[in-house]
């Protein structure tokens, strides 16, 4: 099996690639027949589907693993362990799964990218729901202890309330370019006429 | 008549300009009787065959390998062939004999589904389909087959990749029945219930002299899915549906009415009782997974219930209201639906209040006048084809003859070419 174009994405940080790589990998070497179970790097597999915030692919992907291979294989359960969290939105879950098994070499770099990443989406999460939550909460979602994720929320805006321990929720005001093409215009215009005539 | 060893000699010289091919193309069929007789030596003469030079002469000597009965060691090796050839083979050279490439297609899915290993089959299928398609428009024999593979072998992204074009040229209605079925789950996999819902719908509402089986598992699917992505679900049918899905239908799938009726009624606890004692009916329907998200869907439409009456609502009520055991629990069902965008609201922890609000959409940006325009674009595109396709219809002679006779006073002096009345 040439494993190439996936470690080439793992080397150059592509993780967002990772899945649909692994995807197109797994189907060829099914169709030559090459028995590829036993050497498939599920993990990772699965850790790139989570990337992509597809955890639909990635609970199918589960299903398909022989059961010998998620009986062996630690790391590809502890991989679905994170999956799991994220199916039943278990939000401050997540990290544990994350934190609670030390990871290849090889999956480290991608679990702390996840990580990251999965941080960041709490934190868009948070600051379109919330106009107010408690610092113990924000910690839950952030992953962080509760001065860390003070800190880390404040730097963004929020304001904290020492006494009821509470934050308040700083919306950022969405800045979007705005500059239309005069192309649209006109084709629009030719739309509203067509229907007019 | 020619030995099959003068056949392979015919085939090498024969493959390369169109013209050689077309008259290798009539020795073949000439020859298709005898090979048929002498199946049994034709596979270790393929290796004579390349693939990506020899497709029509290959696939000539291929199908007849693949009929009667196979055992699983004779799938073993015929499996990686034909898997091979579908990777390699030229797609001009298959177009002169598509019927022999579905049947080489259809046997190797049966053949990989005998071997227990779908997933072997799923990218050949899918080539297959590419290579065979006039042009993504039209359906072919293998798409069903296809999605079929994806579902078992859980490659249900892969699926996506054929589902994605729009269809408007069917041949066989039960391909179409099949590939909108299969579509239709693949779909309900990916959580995308909205394009679920479409396909579905259109098993159910095709043209059909009887009821079949797959419409039937269709509008069970449909009803479902149904609630789950709207929150309630009509027995009313298009008037376009087949008078016999609108008769039969809801008769095959009366626990699923019932459901729905129970689902209107707004309460939880009813609806968990009634799928309690109808458990095993969907159950054995392979869809009981599905019932359990219609379950959970009724909290987010009774919340979403709510957005429509109150502007800022506690989170206790909230729970109260909607039967949930704790203000903490109603606060994590808000905050996932808000999460999907299913609602629009704030959640002010400190008060304990939820806020709903409007839709923040403004139609102003540019990616929604992009959207937007590539929407008017589609529909232009499909009303310019239901033209055509309407005064194609109304030249069909099959078509204007029916209508002819059951028009009262047709008559061949009304200078009309088109009938009037169109009786649908």
């Given at each position: 099996m040439d494993f190439s174009p996936l470690t080439d994405a793992m080397a150059s940080k592509l993780y967002d690639k990772i899945a649909d790589i692994c995807d197109q990998l797994m189907l060829q070497v099914a169709a030559e027949g090459v028995a590829f179970e036993d050497e498939w790097p599920y993990a990772i597999h699965l850790l790139g589907h989570l990337y992509v915030n597809d955890s639909n692919s990635a609970r199918f992907l589960w299903k398909s693993i022989p059961s010998a291979i998620k009986e062996n294989q630690p790391q590809v359960v502890a991989a679905w362990n994170i999956g799991q969290r994220l199916w039943t939105r278990d939000y401050a879950g997540v990290y544990e799964a994350i934190r609670g098994f030390e990871w290849s070499e090889e999956a480290q770099p991608l679990v702390a990218a996840f990580s990251e990443l999965y941080t960041k989406r709490m934190f868009q999460l948070l600051l379109s729901a919330y106009s107010t939550i408690s610092i113990q909460d924000t910690a839950l979602f952030l992953g962080m202890n509760e001065d860390d994720a003070t800190n880390y929320v404040q730097q963004l805006g929020w304001l904290a309330d020492p006494a009821s321990r509470m934050l308040t929720v700083k919306k950022q005001p969405i800045v979007t370019e705005?500059?239309?093409?005069p192309g649209k215009l006109q084709r629009l215009t030719e739309y509203v006429f067509h229907l007019e005539h | 008549m020619q030995s099959v060893e003068n056949l392979v000699t015919q085939i090498q010289g024969l493959s390369s300009s169109a013209s050689d091919i077309s008259v290798l193309h009539n020795l073949l069929k000439a020859a298709d009787d005898s090979l048929r007789s002498e199946s049994a030596r034709l596979l270790p003469l393929?290796?004579?065959?390349?693939p990506s030079k020899h497709s029509l002469g290959y696939l000539y000597f291929l199908e007849p390998c693949t009929y009667g009965s196979i055992t699983k060691e004779r799938a073993s090796t015929l499996v990686p062939t034909i898997a091979r050839f579908i990777t390699s083979c030229v797609a001009e050279q298959i177009h002169l004999a598509p019927e022999k490439f579905i049947t080489v297609c259809k046997r190797f899915k049966e053949q990989v589904m005998l071997l227990e290993a779908p997933i072997r089959g799923v990218g050949p299928m899918l080539t297959a389909i590419h290579k065979i398609?006039?042009?993504?428009?039209h359906l072919t024999a293998l798409h069903p087959e296809f999605l079929q593979l994806c579902l078992l072998a859980k490659c249900y992204k892969t699926g996506l990749s054929v589902l994605e074009d729009d269809i408007?040229?069917?041949?066989?209605p039960r391909d179409f029945f099949l590939y909108c079925y299969y579509g239709g789950m693949i779909f309900i996999g990916q959580k995308r219930f909205q394009k679920a819902l479409e396909l579905l719908h259109n098993v159910v509402t095709a043209p059909m002299s009887t009821i079949n089986a797959i419409a039937c598992e269709a509008y069970k699917k449909y009803i479902l899915v149904s609630l789950i992505h709207h929150g309630q679900f009509s027995t009313n049918l298009p008037k376009y549906t087949s008078s016999a899905a609108q008769r039969n239908l809801k008769n095959f799938c009366q626990p699923y009415i019932e459901l729905a009726n129970s689902y209107n009624t707004g309460k939880v606890t009813e609806l968990e009782t009634y799928v309690q004692t109808n458990r095993e009916k969907f159950e054995s329907d392979n869809n009981l997974g599905l019932v359990k998200q219609v379950i959970s869907s009724m909290y987010k439409r009774n919340i979403q219930r709510l957005t429509q009456t109150y502007l800022t609502l506690s989170l206790q009520d909230i729970a109260n209201t909607v039967q949930l055991n704790s203000s903490k629990e109603a606060e994590m069902h808000v905050l996932q639906m808000i999460q999907d965008g299913e609602i629009y609201a704030t959640i002010n922890q400190k008060d304990g209040m939820v806020r709903f609000l409007e839709?923040?959409?403004?139609?102003?940006t540019c990616e929604m006048i992009e959207h937007i325009d590539s929407s008017i674009q589609r529909i232009m595109a499909l009303s310019k084809k239901l033209t055509t396709m309407d005064e194609l219809l109304s030249c069909d002679p099959l078509y204007l003859a029916k209508a002819g006779r059951e028009r009262q006073r047709f008559d061949f002096d009304d200078f009309d070419p088109v009938p009037q009345k169109f009786n649908i």
């Open positions: 705005q500059k239309l093409d | 393929l290796d004579q065959l390349e398609q006039a042009s993504t428009e408007y040229e069917v041949n066989q839709d923040p959409e403004q139609y102003k």
